[in-house]
C-alpha cells in the first residue's frame, strides 16, 4: 500500500494502457511491490500451518476453518501476484496494441482473484475472532474487522462492468487495515502469552 498508491501503481484494469505505461515507467517499485505483497502471503500461508498446529482453543472446529481459509487466501494472492508479474514483461513495449489487450484480461483476472483472497481473508477473520480464546473486547474488534475486510470485499461489485476508480480502489485498501492491524495485535497476544516463546 505504501508503495502503490503514492507511485500510482494500484493497475487498475479499467485503463490498461495506462498501466501499462506505469509499469514501465517504474518497474522497480512495481517489483518491490511484489516482493513484499508474496512475502505477504507466504506469512498468511506460515500462519495457516501453525494454527492448525496449535488447535487448543474450545472451539478447534473454528480454528481449523479459519486455518483453510487463510492458506487459501494466501494461495489466491499468490495467484494474484503470478498475474501482476506478467505485466512486467507485457509493459517491456507499452504501445504494443497486443500488449494492451492482454494486459486488460491479466489485470482483470488478478483483480478478481485478490478479491477472492480478500473475502477468504475476511472470512478467515471471523472465524478467528469466534473460535480463539480472546479477551471480548478483541473479539469484537475481530468481528469488526471482518466486516470492514467485507465491505472492501463488495467495493468492486457496486460498480457493475464500469471498473473500479482508483479512489474507491483505494478506500478497499484502507478498508482492510482494520484486518492487518488485529492480526498484529492477535500475533503479539499469542507470542507474548505463549509460554514456550523466546523470551
Known amino acids: 500500500m505504501a508503495v502503490v498508491v503514492p507511485s500510482g501503481l494500484t493497475l487498475n484494469p479499467a485503463d490498461p494502457a495506462a498501466v501499462l505505461a506505469a509499469v514501465h515507467a517504474r518497474?522497480?517499485?512495481?517489483?518491490?511491490?511484489?516482493?513484499?505483497?508474496?512475502?505477504?502471503?507466504?506469512?498468511?500461508l506460515a500462519a495457516a500451518l501453525i494454527m492448525v498446529s496449535r488447535r487448543t482453543a474450545p472451539r478447534p472446529h473454528l480454528v481449523t476453518l479459519a486455518a483453510g481459509l487463510l492458506a487459501c487466501a494466501g494461495v489466491a494472492g499468490l495467484l494474484h501476484d503470478a498475474g501482476n508479474l506478467a505485466l512486467t514483461q507485457l509493459a517491456a513495449d507499452p504501445t504494443d496494441p497486443t500488449a494492451t489487450a492482454v494486459a486488460w484480461a491479466v489485470l482483470l483476472t488478478a483483480k478478481w482473484t485478490v478479491n477472492l483472497a480478500g473475502l477468504l481473508w475476511a472470512a478467515a477473520t471471523l472465524a478467528t475472532a469466534l473460535g480463539t480464546p480472546l479477551p471480548t473486547g478483541l473479539r469484537r474488534a475481530g468481528v469488526v474487522a471482518a466486516m470492514s475486510g467485507l465491505a472492501a470485499v463488495l467495493l468492486p461489485w457496486t460498480t457493475g462492468t464500469d471498473g473500479l476508480p482508483a479512489t474507491l480502489e483505494q478506500l478497499g485498501y484502507a478498508l482492510h487495515l482494520p484486518v492487518m492491524v488485529w492480526y498484529g495485535v492477535l500475533g503479539w497476544r499469542l507470542v507474548h502469552d505463549d509460554p514456550a516463546a523466546p523470551a
Open 27 to 44: 518497474v522497480e517499485l512495481h517489483l518491490l511491490e511484489l516482493g513484499l505483497d508474496v512475502t505477504g502471503w507466504l506469512a498468511l
